[in-house]
């Protein structure tokens, strides 16, 4: 079956400082991995869309700059929160999608900054 | 406004009895899926729903992408069925998920 593998779980960071989590799809080919946020109001963002070989589509509010992701091959993803700070705090969720249609999600990466 | 509505908020069950979780779209939709999410956060997907019925054990998703509103019926509840419920809906060709706000079910003996 499919499986998606998040990590680190948690991450405590101080603030100003930079926390990376990784995402990796098992058992098929992740064509295209999505980064959400939810934050501690429970509400979702896209922070992004990463396609093999496209362009990473940023959505609006999220950069490159504060938000790189590297997406190497069909199974692994990897993104970074540069000098975190507090309204970064959230549930950090990659998102494979299997056929272009199902989206699995891994654990997620929770960031406290303190 | 939001273009996922999710209902009820919350609903609490005795254990055994069913569910019905409701979710609504103010525009056309490519796709949905609904989400159970976990109490430490993680997100399990329950159903890829783009229209029609589904089932899969005792949870029933139904899809009308003309109503533009999908439904869970979850039926004989267990206390394990606790958790939150979200709906997702994905705008034509955009790869982009809108979240609705979810339903906290609790299941009590």
Redesign the interface.
């Known amino acids: 079956g499919a499986l998606v593998y998040q990590y680190p779980r948690r991450t405590i960071c101080k603030s100003g400082t930079s926390m990376r989590m990784e995402c990796q799809a098992v058992g098929f080919q992740a064509t295209s991995v999505a980064w959400y946020r939810q934050s501690p109001q429970k509400t979702f963002e896209l922070i992004a869309l990463s396609t093999v070989n496209s362009a990473i589509k940023y959505e609006q509010n999220f950069t490159q700059e504060k938000f790189p992701i590297s997406h190497p091959n069909l199974s692994f993803s990897s993104m970074t929160v540069l000098n975190a700070y507090l309204e970064d705090r959230g549930l950090y969720l990659c998102g494979a999608y299997r056929d272009g249609n199902t989206l699995y999600f891994g654990e997620g990466s929770r960031l406290i900054v303190v | 406004g939001q273009q996922v509505q999710q209902s009820p908020t919350s609903l609490v069950l005795q254990e055994g009895e069913n569910a019905e979780l409701q979710c609504n779209f103010s525009t056309s939709l490519n ?1 949905m ?1 609904w ?1 159970y999410q976990r109490p ?6 329950v159903f ?1 729903n ?1 229209s029609g019925t589904k089932q899969s054990g005792r949870l029933t998703s139904t899809t009308v992408i003309k109503e533009r509103r999908s439904s869970l019926h979850i039926s004989s509840s267990q206390i394990t069925d606790s958790g939150t419920y ?1 709906c ?1 809906m994905e705008l034509a060709n955009t ?3 809108t ?1 609705g ?2 339903t906290v079910l609790t299941v009590k003996p």
Not at chain 2, 40 to 45: F, T
């Open positions: 796709s899926q989400f430490g956060g993680s997100l399990i997907s890829y783009p979200l997702a790869g982009k998920l979240f706000d979810g």
